[in-house]
């Protein structure tokens, strides 16, 4: 018997982030799929569930919860093994630190909502769509890349040698980034632990190729 319900999209990456999570946390969740191309976000009957219309939103505990780093948080404090966060508080700020410079810089103004308002109001074609998309990943990208290669702190993940909440925002920006063709050779410390990632059963069973809506 399933203890969540999460409600998604393949192709979303803070849905991918929950699964991730779920996946290393040990928690078994069924799925059930909104379609954002389709609209199906703004049904009626998921805007009770969840009024800004976005995915994910995960039933647990008896909780409705939105906000995929929020719900990481939530099953970071309700179910603490294996930890996400380092236990110092220096290692917790580093960790958030590296995680929101991809979910609140690079993933608010390159999501899908954004790029087809590009398209609508302001005349984007979808090479103009892809460009900004690679624009914005290479600004914060670098950055990362320079962290990650010179700080002490980072081991085989982005902080040690097991997997962190940093982790699990970086890697659905990575798989996103093979879709706008993003030149991954200036960021070779990104792509190492990206690799080890994928090498953890809890990451590759939480692909969007993997999931049962994937197109």
Request: contains cysteine.
């Amino acid at each position: 018997m399933s203890d969540a319900l999460l409600h998604g999209y393949f192709r979303s990456s803070t849905a991918f982030r929950v699964r991730i999570a779920l996946n290393l946390k040990g928690v078994a969740y069924d799925q059930t799929f909104r379609h954002l191309r389709k609209g199906e976000q703004r049904a009626p009957d998921y805007l009770k569930l969840n009024p800004q219309g976005l995915v994910p939103t995960l039933e647990i505990d008896g909780q409705t919860l939105t906000q995929s780093l929020a719900i990481i948080e939530y099953l970071e404090e309700t179910r603490p093994d294996p930890a996400l966060l380092p236990k110092d508080a220096a290692g917790r700020a580093r960790v958030r630190s590296l995680a929101h410079a991809v979910a609140l810089e690079i993933h608010p103004i390159n999501n899908l909502r954004v790029l087809e308002d590009l398209k609508t109001r302001f005349g984007a074609d979808d090479a103009a769509a892809a460009g900004w998309f690679r624009h914005w990943v290479a600004e914060t990208f670098g950055a990362l890349e320079t962290r990650l290669a010179s700080e002490a702190q980072t081991g085989r993940f982005c902080h040690g040698d097991a997997p962190t909440l940093a982790d699990i925002c970086l890697v659905p920006q990575v798989i996103n980034n093979t879709r706008f063709n993003v030149d991954m050779t200036p960021y070779p410390t990104i792509s190492r632990i990206h690799a080890a990632c994928m090498e953890i059963e809890g990451f590759k069973q939480a692909l969007p190729a993997n999931q049962p809506d994937a197109e």
